[in-house]
Structures are given as structure tokens and as C-alpha cells.
């Protein structure tokens, strides 16, 4: 759903009013915006919105906020940008599900965070 050159381009990039947050922080400001909201609609319309990329490749990072709140909400709701909340991510979780993959599944764009 990211492979195209436009969402390429854009994963690439940095946003935000002082242009100083990659993709994946645009991603988990959207999963704090709409956490009360729960709705899978609000994380896509943010990405599209904060971002400018298809609704498609948006979608993917809804999936993946999805995972994560189901998997790793108490690592990564207080600081999504932890080490604790990464390597939750990563499958260290007690389901042991890598939330990285399912973005890539979707996606088609590997991640290599988890290392």
C-alpha cells in the first residue's frame, strides 16, 4: 500500500511545524489524538492529514497504532518514543506479536527497528 512513489517519498520525510518528526512519530501523535475518539477512521484521517500520503498507505500505520494498543498500551502510552515501547513493538509482549510486521505486511515497506 506504500510502495508507489509518492508514499515513498513521503515516508522519507520530516513533519510537523518545526519539521523535526519522522513518520512513525507523526503516527504515534495521531494514536495519542485519537485514543479517546477509538476509532480507526480518526488515525487515518490524521496520517492524511499530517501528512499528505495516501489513504491506503495511511491505513497501514492504522493497523499498526492497532497493534500496538493492543499489545503494548501500558510500554508506549506514556513515552511512544521509549526503548521499552520499541522493543514491545518488536514482539516483546506477552501475545509475542511484532507490530512492525504487521505494518510491513500491509505496507510492503520493510522495517528493520527491531534489528
Known amino acids: 500500500m506504500c510502495t508507489n512513489a509518492a508514499d515513498m ?10 519539521m523535526d518528526k519522522e ?7 495521531c494514536a495519542l489524538e485519537c485514543f479517546a475518539d ?9 496520517m492524511v492529514r499530517e501528512t499528505m500520503m495516501s489513504s491506503g498507505c495511511a491505513s497501514c500505520f492504522t493497523m499498526s497504532v492497532g497493534c500496538v494498543r493492543d499489545n503494548c498500551l501500558g510500554a ?3 513515552d511512544p518514543s521509549s526503548a521499552g515501547c520499541l522493543a514491545c513493538q518488536c514482539g516483546d509482549n506477552d501475545g509475542m506479536v511484532n507490530c ?7 505496507s510492503g515497506v520493510p522495517s528493520d527497528d527491531c534489528g
Not at 517519498?9 to 518545526?18: D, E, K, N, Q
Not at 513518520?23 to 501523535?29: F, K, P, Q, Y
Not at 477509538?38 to 490524521?46: K, L, R, S, Y
Open 9 to 18: 517519498a513521503l515516508l522519507g520525510m520530516m513533519f510537523g511545524p518545526m
Open 38 to 46: 477509538g476509532t480507526e477512521a480518526c488515525v487515518t484521517n490524521c
Open 23 to 29: 513518520v512513525s512519530e507523526v503516527a504515534g501523535d
Open 76 to 78: 508506549c502510552l506514556a
Open 100 to 106: 512492525r510486521d504487521v505494518f510491513t505486511a500491509c
